[in-house]
């Protein structure tokens, strides 16, 4: 950031002071809570993280520093506010994926094409976005996620959601716009994959993997004297050194 665009030091008091004031609201909200799942001690714990990453952020940009707090992120579901009993419920899935291999993908749709006597003679197979209709078509959603490396495709982030209704919906009454309406506050649990948690733990590998390397790269050059003891001893018992020194 440049010197013009770095926040005043009185920018930097203020958002602090800002944090103080959300901290006192979220434990006055605490204190006064009806229940587990207060909107108030919900509302109050939104304002807190905002306050303390708009204070963290200008921290950083005035004096190069940084809290010890760690924001949440946006991905946190507000409390459950359906039915204790719910009567109905939907599952809402979404898996990402990228197209890494093109001509494996149009490849597997062209089996689908050949194997089905009915298909067009057209060739839908031809084309990227007419081959994964045909895939996704023929393959249920799972199975081409088990198999996604066999059709060309490299998985993303996928999520999903189940959420509690009171009653079921009648037949057709959301197709039109199936993803529009849905309330996070009636989530009942949800599940996520990305690659972003994988690294997490990969960082923490790859530490150990460090170290170990460091202590095997100093117990080869023992075990590389052990072998070419062992190995010249059995050379010369059985009579083989004097053969290999012949054929050299």
Request: hydrophobic content about 35%; overall charge negative; charged content about 40%.
């Amino acid at each position: 950031m440049s010197d013009a665009a770095q926040p005043t030091a009185a920018e930097v008091r203020a958002a602090a002071e800002a944090v103080k004031t959300a901290l006192d609201r979220h434990l006055a909200a605490v204190e006064r809570r009806s229940g587990e799942e207060d909107p108030a001690v919900y509302d109050a714990f939104n304002e807190l993280a905002a306050a303390a990453e708009a204070y963290d952020e200008l921290l950083y940009d005035r004096y190069d520093e940084v809290t010890p707090f760690e924001i949440p992120g946006e991905d946190t579901l507000p409390p459950y506010t359906g039915p204790e009993e719910p009567s109905a419920l939907s599952v809402l899935i979404r898996r990402d994926y990228a197209v890494a291999e093109p001509q494996r993908l149009m490849a597997q749709a062209r089996r689908v094409e050949a194997a089905d006597e009915d298909a067009p003679g057209a060739g839908a197979s031809g084309t990227v976005h007419g081959a994964l209709g045909l895939l996704f078509g023929e393959f249920e959603p799972d199975e081409i996620a088990s198999r996604h490396k066999e059709f060309g495709l490299e998985e993303g982030d996928s999520t999903l959601w189940v959420t509690a209704a009171d009653e079921s919906a009648e037949p057709g009454e959301w197709l039109e716009a199936p993803f529009e309406q849905v309330d996070p506050e009636r989530v009942v649990c949800r599940f996520d994959v990305s690659a972003v948690f994988d690294e997490e733990f990969d960082d923490g590998d790859d530490e150990d993997d460090d170290e170990d390397d460091e202590d095997g790269e100093a117990d080869l050059p023992d075990l590389d004297e052990d072998l070419d003891t062992d190995l010249d001893t059995d050379l010369d018992e059985d009579g083989e050194s004097a053969r290999l020194e012949a054929d050299r």
